[in-house]
């Protein structure tokens, strides 16, 4: 029998492997740094602006990147520069991590939950109208575990209002709609890269993106204290950059993406041809491409298959066991249990099972082996 557990207590087949990816790239990550060591200047340099213009390339022509600290900071600054603010209603959904709820509060505004479909765990555009206001400014739509939300189908339930949609990407890097890439569906959209992230920094990192060369140059302005090339506050900011180190790995990393998303595109399909029955996984958005960054299935019985996938050395995690309108910072949001009830049901269900590019197909059909041997 193979080791449940190598020593250090690491799991035999874990979630996330961070360590098989930096044993393939060790000597461009680390040219990357001694480029930047040497160059002594670590902060809004040439490899922010490189790395900026070759993500938003990567994307398609006519886009600004704006590299920031955090995916939640890409979050707060793009809100700003779309113009929202206190007063300002924002509809997302609960089923994300915190971050998309704290950054719309950090800008003073009020988020409006919006329930999800069961199928896709993705925003229910159905459910969407009652919750629209003369005071909804914004509308956050989450590309949840890298399932793109149908832009064009959000956009023809607003209409011709001018609500302002903010895509987060965080999970989404590679997905598309219609063939066309998220993040340049909307009027912005906040990239992270949280080192598990499909693309992943050695610490925090983000990106704002949008098409308006104007949007673009206020969350310039606005990571570095409202300042427009002089010293001198034009707006209030902050300091939420994107430093040259990261920006630097990030663009040794950038070339890989496309294989790596390819790669858990072939292992989720793996999972969904071996999935026993009574595990259900979600489905994908229609004229959607998953990005895969979570490989997400719901069981009835969790604590059950996740106690068999241990036995047998299979670590898995849930995103999220909690959501934010439960979560009892935001209990004066005053919505109760049973208010979003299928995000409620959901979080009691779904289930990540290891999902990583280095990942086997042989460790795939491991894990639904144990999941079989569970049901
Ligand atoms: C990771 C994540 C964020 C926040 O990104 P950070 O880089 O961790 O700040 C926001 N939204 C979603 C959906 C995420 O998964």
Not at 251 to 270: E, G, I, N, Q, Y
Not at 300 to 325: D, F, K
């Amino acid at each position: 029998m193979s080791p449940v557990r190598r020593p250090g207590g690491k799991p035999a087949i874990p979630v996330f492997d961070l360590s098989a990816q930096l044993s393939e790239l060790r000597a461009d990550v680390m040219a990357a740094i001694e480029r930047v060591l040497d160059s002594g200047q670590m902060i809004l340099g040439p490899e922010v602006e490189r790395f900026e213009r070759e993500f938003a390339a990567s994307l398609g022509e006519d886009l600004h990147g704006v590299g920031v600290a955090s995916g939640t900071a890409a979050l707060v600054v793009a809100l700003r520069a779309l113009g929202v603010g206190a007063g300002d209603e924002v509809v997302t959904v609960a089923n994300s991590a915190v971050a998309t709820v704290s950054a719309i509060r950090e800008v003073g505004a009020m988020p409006v939950l919006c329930d999800v479909s069961e199928d896709t765990a993705l925003l229910d555009l159905e459910k969407l109208p009652p919750l629209l206001s003369p005071r909804t400014r914004a509308v956050v739509p989450v590309h949840l575990y890298g399932n793109p939300v149908d832009i064009d189908a959000l956009r023809d339930v607003l209409g011709g209002s001018d609500v302002r949609v903010l895509e987060d990407c965080a999970q989404a890097h590679g997905a598309l709609v219609g063939g066309r890439p998220v993040g340049t569906l909307g009027d912005a959209a906040a990239f992270s890269f949280y080192p598990t992230k499909n693309l992943g920094a050695y610490g925090d990192a983000g990106l704002c993106l949008s098409r308006d060369a104007e949007v673009a140059a206020r969350m310039k302005s606005l990571r570095t204290y409202g300042f427009e090339g002089g010293p001198e506050a034009r707006r209030e900011g902050w300091n939420v950059r994107l430093d040259e180190l990261q920006a630097a790995i990030l663009s040794a990393k950038l070339p890989h993406l496309p294989r790596w998303v390819a790669r858990r595109r072939a292992l989720a399909d793996r999972y969904l041809t071996a999935l026993p029955a009574g595990v259900r996984p979600l489905r994908t958005t229609p004229r959607g491409t998953h990005a895969r960054h979570l490989f997400v299935v719901c069981v009835a019985e969790r604590a059950a298959a996740r106690a068999a996938l241990e036995a047998t050395g299979v670590a898995s995690a849930i995103h999220y066991p909690v959501p934010v309108h439960r979560m009892p910072a935001y209990a004066f949001l005053g919505m109760g249990e049973g208010s979003l009830p299928v995000s409620e049901r959901l979080a009691g269900e779904v289930l990540s099972l290891p999902l990583y590019p280095e990942l086997s197909e042989s460790a795939v059909e491991q894990v639904c082996a144990a999941l079989a041997a569970a049901a």
